[in-house]
């Protein structure tokens, strides 16, 4: 009897090695390699011939029906997906532990039910009576969801497949599933990948969408091999920090809608609550006539997002002086803080910076540079920032400010809010300000300091 091969797979990137090494060659993790063995298919290494696939042709014989989404009473989550689920789909949600991410998919079948949708919650980790008291608790045990307690990807497929009037299927989490033909125990790559494939194929076939639930790595990415974000059509990530009341639901991938969008909820004692309007959470505790604290119209997807960004200049002690940032890219405060100081003579070395996103958000356009750059300004003169203006825009190496896009959106939702000035770059086209909201257009950032007063403190 021929000895059964194995290989070494990394349990954070999915690497095949032939024998154990303390690093993972493909992604630098320590002890990550974890044996497997490779299962032989019968007829494997005889040459057979394929068979001629049949071309169709791209435009259809046939008019094709439009697709119907599936909406929820949850728009913030409709949102996300692009206008609501795709029938027949295939969505991975991602998250830190305790964030939410079973509450967030308990109450959407509960919603959808009440639609008329036909759901099932299909837990690998808690027990049935688990699930019950949580739905309790957030006071949907009323509703008509189908509940089931299973690991085995084979029978939730089987499932998937014979039940006809089946709409969406939520399976918390992947990372529990496995598949009896393979030794591997649950949770390592060749069952996480093997159990997301067989699911994913039985959605396909039977029109029923699938929602998994993913654990994530201590890095924020999520756990298993990187092939199964390629293989689910949506990416969502739920963030957001315990410590806060609200959680950021963000599309990374979507094959049916734009990415990059978000939806925001509010953490309460009964459940996740959806926040309409985001910019009034995220200024709601803001203080006025406070140095180091400027007020950044970003954009989050489609949608504009008023955040305040703070800014803490001190002396320092150390030979090293610290430069810690919550909410933002580290090495852009590093580049943004070096053409301050080379380009418009900003005394910042020597002296600690602290920056920080209020409310735990997390900001990744180059369109947050120029408020960052009036919020050190202000810390460093200690003098507030005019009140009731926003900025926006891109700072380059030369200290010149550029445009960013959907600039409209941005200036109509500062208006809205009630702010009466923005500090933006100059447009290539004439833009038309919102009524009562005046603008300031410097060209660098030099002309930045001069509109906020020179750098005398």
Not at 214 to 225: F, L, Q, R, S
Not at 232 to 255: A, C, M, P, Q
Request: glycine content about 10%; overall charge neutral.
């Amino acid at each position: 009897m021929a000895k059964p091969q194995t290989s070494y797979h990394c349990q954070s990137c999915g690497f095949a090695a032939a024998k154990w090494t303390g690093k993972c060659d493909g992604c630098g993790a320590w002890n990550s390699l974890i044996e497997e063995k490779i299962e032989q298919k019968p007829g494997i290494g005889k040459s057979k011939a394929g068979r001629m696939m049949a071309l169709e042709s791209l435009t259809p014989k046939e008019p094709q029906k439009p697709v119907i989404r599936q909406k929820s009473a949850m728009d913030e989550f409709d949102r996300v997906m692009g206008g609501g689920i795709v029938p027949g789909s295939a969505t991975l949600i991602g998250g830190d532990p305790g964030i939410g991410k079973s509450t967030l998919l308990l109450q959407l079948v509960c919603q959808l039910v009440s639609n008329g949708h036909q759901t099932a919650y299909v837990s690998g980790e808690e027990s049935a009576d688990q699930v019950r008291m949580r739905a309790q608790r957030l006071g949907l045990g009323h509703t008509d969801v189908g509940l089931a307690t299973a690991t085995n990807a084979m029978d939730i497929a089987e499932t998937i497949r014979r039940e006809p009037n089946l709409d969406v299927v939520i399976i918390d989490s992947i990372q529990t599933m496995y598949l009896p033909g393979l030794d591997s125990a649950p949770g390592t790559v060749s069952q996480v990948r093997a159990s997301a494939q067989e699911l994913t194929r039985a959605a396909k076939t039977s029109g029923a969408a699938v929602i998994f639930v993913g654990h994530v790595t201590k890095d924020g990415a999520i756990a298993g091999p990187r092939v199964l974000e390629h293989m689910v059509d949506t990416v969502l990530y739920f963030e957001g920090d315990r410590s806060h009341h609200f959680r950021i639901l963000r599309g990374v991938k979507n094959r049916f809608g734009a990415t990059d969008e978000i939806g925001v909820f509010e953490m309460t004692e009964n459940g996740l609550q959806q926040v309409p309007n985001p910019s009034e959470l995220f200024l709601a505790d803001r203080t006025e006539s406070v140095a180091g604290t400027a007020v950044l119209a970003g954009m989050e997807g489609t949608r504009p997002l008023l955040v305040e960004i703070e800014a803490l200049v001190a002396p320092s002690s150390l030979a090293s002086p610290r430069r810690n940032v919550v909410g933002w890219d580290n090495s852009r405060l590093a580049m943004l803080t070096a053409v301050l100081e080379a380009r418009c003579g900003v005394p910042l070395s020597g002296r600690d910076i602290f920056l920080n996103v209020a409310g735990g958000m997390k900001i990744q356009e180059p369109a947050a540079d120029m408020a960052v750059a009036a919020a050190l300004i202000s810390s460093v003169t200690d003098r507030p920032l005019p009140q009731r203006t926003v900025f926006f825009g891109e700072v380059a190496l030369s200290a010149e400010i550029r445009q960013v896009a959907q600039a409209d959106a941005r200036l109509k939702e500062a208006a809205k809010l009630g702010f009466d000035q923005a500090i933006m770059p100059k447009p290539r086209k004439k833009l038309a300000s919102p009524s009562g909201l005046g603008l300031a257009q410097p060209a660098s950032l030099i002309e930045l300091i001069e509109i906020l007063g020179g750098l005398s403190e």
